[in-house]
């Protein structure tokens, strides 16, 4: 029993009605308000999501206004200089650092669950050349519900680690395999020799008629930007697979959700987005003009990689990532190149101009993502399946906490009914 309180009170009337205030580690406190329709009779009313608590959690926090961000309790900032994507993902399944056989026993497991069963490969046949590789993630990804049936009880413990390895370690070949039906070239078989981050460019990038070497910056940034994007809180993705495995789905299934999700352009589907703002800016020189429609109330068009729901302060895996960007850009892209430029020159201005310091639009993490793939040469229409890579790690993370949970049980929100009141059927003779 909480000893603060909340007290509601409704008007006309005067009823009032008494609420435990909870508290978790860190972070706003919470009215818990499940007993609120039972005992007043009413429903709150928070489209988007902004002031509730759908859930406990003890994966991610995240301070919006302070621009937090810590993985388990360990910052973000000492993650991505110390650790790697693999050890991440142990932190974020299992709570805690992996101690050194921990940590290789889970990248042998790991290493050895990237290849798909055979069968899975001909669902690409079904795929028109150019589908969007996120179509594709979709589907592929969710047909793997139809070839596991050994680990389907989401209630042993066992049964969920098995569902988390397959997941997290065939989504980047699943992901490889999208980009090659786009060019027509043979899929790439995983090579147990190479890091998760060099897997996925060797079965992005490589043939079977040459050698091909992952260059390193290429593999630490692709690592890093993997650690920076693999969880953030209860983000639109993320509750989509704990809404679609509180019915207790399966979670392959559910995992296609949180991809499905995650492709929409103000979540993970902004990086591609971004790009696509660059080539319609062109170049540095019109600058000004997006501004100013960005700025238009009128005009639809806004800064993609700019803004957040949660963060009102920099993005903190922005800052990092932007270091690495222009890195990347010096050392692997033709840096003159009039986008980057443009890139540039949008970040200077932007995070000057008063209209978005006075919104605290600050560019976020998918401004700078974008950016690096294509100087590493990853395909725009692959960026976001870059993004859906890293999530996996935190949407399977999320979803094990859930069903884990003695408080488990299917989300159902309610409603505020704007419809027409009661009325009686009319004959089709009598419409008019
Ligand atoms: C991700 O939730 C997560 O954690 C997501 C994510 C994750 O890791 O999972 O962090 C990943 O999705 C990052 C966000 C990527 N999306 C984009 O970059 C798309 C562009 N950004 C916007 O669509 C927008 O900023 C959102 C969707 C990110 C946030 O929208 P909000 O919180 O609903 O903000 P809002 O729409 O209420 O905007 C507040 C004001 C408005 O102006 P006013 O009505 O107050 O005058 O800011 C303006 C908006 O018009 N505004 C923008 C803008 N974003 C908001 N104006 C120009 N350009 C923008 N990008």
Known sequence: MSEKKATITLQPGGRSWDFDVLSGTEGPDAIDIRKLYSEAGVFTYDPGF???????SAITYIDGNEGIL????YPIEQLAEKSTFIEVAWLLLYGE?????????????????????EALLRFFEGYHYDAHPMAMMVGVVGSLAGFYHDSLDIHDPRHRDICAHRLIAKTPTIAAACHKHNIGEPTMYPRNDLSYAANFMYMLKGTPCEEYEVDPLAERAL????????????????????LAGSSGANPFACVSAGIASLWGPAHGGANEAVLKMLEEIEHAGNIDKYIARAK?????????????????????????????????????????????EAALRLEEVATNDEYFIERKLYPNVDFYSGIIYRALGI????????????RTVGWVAHWMEMVSDPEF????????????????????????
């Open 97 to 117: 650092l992996p101690t050194a056989s921990q940590l290789e026993e889970f990248r042998n497991i790991i290493t050895h669950h990237t290849m798909v069963n």
């Open 379 to 390: 395909p725009d229409n692959m960026f976001t399946v870059m993004f859906a890579i890293a």
């Open 296 to 340: 238009d109330k009128n005009d639809p068009f806004r800064l993609m990689g700019f803004g957040h729901r949660v963060y009102k302060n920099y993005d903190p895996r922005a800052r990092i990532i932007r270091e690495v960007c222009h890195k990347v850009l010096d050392q692997l892209a033709d840096s003159n190149n009039p986008l980057f």
């Open 70 to 73: 810590r993985y388990r309790g």
């Open 50 to 56: 902004l002031s509730t608590a759908s859930c406990h």
């Open 223 to 242: 690592d890093l930007l993997f650690i920076l994007h693999a969880d953030h809180e209860q983000n639109a993705s993320t509750s989509t697979v704990r």
């Open 409 to 432: 049980r299917i989300g159902r929100p309610r409603q505020i009914y704007d419809g027409a009141p009661k009325r009686d059927y009319v004959p089709l003779e009598a419409r008019s």
